[in-house]
C-alpha cells in the first residue's frame, strides 16, 4: 500500500515544531493519542536506535491499543562506512525476547575464530540461527550437515544472498552437505576431509507425539546419530563437542525426552575416555523453532482464527532461538568436559497472553 509520512514524534519536547526533511515533529509520546485521531493514522513506525526491550514493548503495546499497523525500523553498520536502515513487521523477539545479551565475544571468537566448525542439522530452527551466529566470528571454514535437503537449500541461498548484497564480508568457506547422522561412513568421510575443530550436533527428532508414534525412530536418530558423531569426534581429534539438549530430558515423561537423556549420558561416558571436550546445553521452549507453539499460531492467524489455547491459565518458559544460541555459544567458554549447561529459561509466559 502507499505510505505517506504524516509527521515525527519524539520524546525530546524542544523539537516539536521543528522540520526534518520537511517533515514535521507534531508532539512528544504523550501527544499520540490526539495525533492518530486529528490525522487519521494507520501505521506507526518505531524507529528509536538504542531503545531498551522493555520500552519497545511498552511502545508496540501503545501502539497496539490505538489499532495502529506497527513497524520497526532496524539500523545496521554496513561495511563500516555507513548505517543502512530497514524496515520489518514486529516480530515475537520484540514482544518477548529478554533484549540485550551480554556474551563475552572475545572468549567466544576465542573458540571460533579461525577454526573449522561443523554443525550437524544446521538447516533446523536452531542450527540455522547457529550458523548465522558463528558466522559472525569469522571461522575459517563452515561444515554443515542435514538430511533434509530443501533447509539446506534455503540456508545456502540465505548466505550466497547476504554475501552479493554485500553485508557478510565474510571469508569463511562454507560447504553444504546432505547426509545422515545414521549412517557413520558418512559422518567418518565428512570428518576425515574436513578435520572440524569444534562440532555442534543439533540434528535430533524433536517433535514429542510424533516421537510417541514411531519411538524408534527417535532411537534411531537421536540416540545411534549422537552415539556415532560423537565417536568420530573422538576418532578424528575434534577439540569441542557440543550436544544441543533439552529440559524434557530431566525425569523423562515421553520417548523423546528420554532418547535425548541418553544423548546426554554417552557424551558423558565418553568425555571420560577422550581428548576431546564434551558437552551438553539444555535448554526449554524456544519461540519460532520448529517444534513450539509458535508456528501453529501464526498458522491459525493468517487463516482468520481461531487461536486455541487449550487452557488460559497454563504458562510455559520460552526463549528466543537468538538468545538461546547465544547462549550456547557463551556455555561452550565455560566448559571444561563432561557438563550439562542449563540455561535459564527467564520468567515463565502464559500461552494465552503470547497468543
Do not use: W
Request: aromatic fraction near 6%; proline fraction near 3%.
Amino acid at each position: 500500500y502507499d505510505t505517506r509520512i504524516i509527521g515525527f514524534i519524539d520524546k525530546n519536547k524542544r523539537k516539536v515544531k521543528k522540520r526534518l526533511s520537511g517533515v514535521v515533529v507534531l508532539g512528544t509520546d504523550d501527544d499520540m493519542p490526539r495525533i492518530v485521531k486529528k490525522y487519521n493514522i494507520d501505521t506507526a513506525y518505531i524507529a528509536i536506535k538504542n531503545i531498551t526491550q522493555q520500552d519497545l514493548r511498552e511502545m508496540i503495546e501503545r501502539c497496539r491499543q490505538m489499532n495502529l499497523r506497527t513497524k520497526i525500523v532496524s539500523f545496521e553498520l554496513q561495511n563500516n562506512v555507513g548505517e543502512r536502515a530497514s524496515v520489518r513487521n514486529v516480530n515475537i523477539n520484540d514482544l518477548l525476547g529478554r533484549g540485550e545479551l551480554y556474551l563475552n565475544n572475545e572468549e567466544i571468537g576465542g573458540y571460533l575464530t579461525g577454526k573449522t566448525i561443523m554443525v550437524t542439522g544446521a538447516g533446523g530452527s536452531i542450527g540455522s540461527e547457529l550458523v548465522r551466529q558463528i558466522m559472525q566470528f569469522t571461522p575459517k571454514r563452515l561444515v554443515l550437515l542435514d538430511i533434509y535437503e530443501n533447509n539446506m537449500y534455503d540456508l545456502q541461498q540465505e548466505i550466497n544472498i547476504e554475501r552479493r548484497r554485500g553485508h557478510d564480508q565474510n571469508v569463511t568457506d562454507v560447504i553444504c552437505l546432505i547426509g545422515s547422522v545414521r549412517d557413520k561412513k558418512r559422518v567418518d568421510e565428512i570428518m576425515k576431509k574436513y578435520h572440524p575443530n569444534v562440532v555442534f550436533h543439533a540434528a535430533a527428532h524433536k517433535h514429542v507425539p510424533l516421537m510417541e508414534n514411531s519411538p524408534l525412530e527417535a532411537i534411531k536418530n537421536n540416540i545411534f546419530g549422537t552415539y556415532n558423531v560423537a565417536n568420530c569426534a573422538d576418532e578424528f581429534g575434534v577439540e569441542r563437542f557440543v550436544l544441543i539438549s533439552t529440559d524434557k530430558a530431566v525425569n523423562p515423561t515421553n520417548i523423546m525426552g528420554a532418547s535425548k537423556r541418553v544423548c546426554e549420558m554417552i557424551i558423558q561416558a565418553k568425555n571420560k575416555v577422550s581428548k576431546t571436550d564434551y558437552v551438553a546445553v539444555r535448554f526449554g521452549n524456544v519461540l519460532g523453532s520448529n517444534g513450539s507453539v509458535i508456528p501453529l499460531f501464526k498458522k491459525q492467524i493468517a487463516e482468520g482464527g481461531p487461536v486455541t489455547v487449550t487452557h488460559k491459565d497454563i504458562t510455559r518458559f520460552f526463549m528466543t532461538i537468538p538468545e538461546a544460541v547465544g547462549l550456547i555459544l557463551q556455555a561452550i567458554t565455560y566448559a571444561e568436559g563432561g557438563e550439562i549447561f542449563v540455561l535459564d529459561m527467564g520468567k515463565p509466559v502464559k500461552i494465552y497472553d503470547l497468543a
